[in-house]
């Protein structure tokens, strides 16, 4: 079984930084990709940023030069950089793996979610 642990939500003001952080602990023969999503209030989750185990990077176009997705591949973290943060962009950010188990085969998980908060 594999865990995501969150950290680096909280409260800033618009045009702040934030880093969020995400670990995947658990049984895990490799990883293939780790992101981050986002839901706000009354939308869809959405696509932030993905990196791939290669480093592959995929943003959405609303935070492009912005945010910046970083991956640790030999401790299984991914972090992002968030930086001249909007109100737009406050939301439930959460973090997700996908990768293989050992002698189990692949696996996607979701971590229970960090809130950013932008306002003044």
């Known amino acids: 079984q594999v865990q995501l642990v969150e950290s680096g939500g909280g409260l800033v003001q618009p045009g702040g930084s934030l880093r969020l952080s995400c670990a995947a602990s658990?049984?895990?023969?490799?990883?293939?990709?780790m992101g981050w999503y986002r839901q706000a209030p009354g939308k869809q989750r959405e696509l932030v940023a993905e990196?791939?185990?290669?480093?592959?990077?995929n943003y959405a176009d609303s935070v492009k030069g912005r945010f910046t997705i970083s991956r640790d591949n030999a401790k299984n973290t991914v972090s992002l950089q968030m930086n001249s943060l909007k109100p737009e962009d406050a939301a439930v950010y959460h973090c997700?793996?996908?990768?293989?188990?050992?002698?189990?085969?692949?696996?996607?998980?979701w971590g229970q979610g960090t809130l950013v908060t932008v306002s003044s």
């Open positions: 997700n793996c996908r990768g293989e188990v050992a002698g189990t085969g692949n696996f996607e998980v």
């Open positions: 658990g049984s895990i023969f490799s990883i293939n990709a």
């Open positions: 990196i791939t185990s290669v480093g592959r990077t």
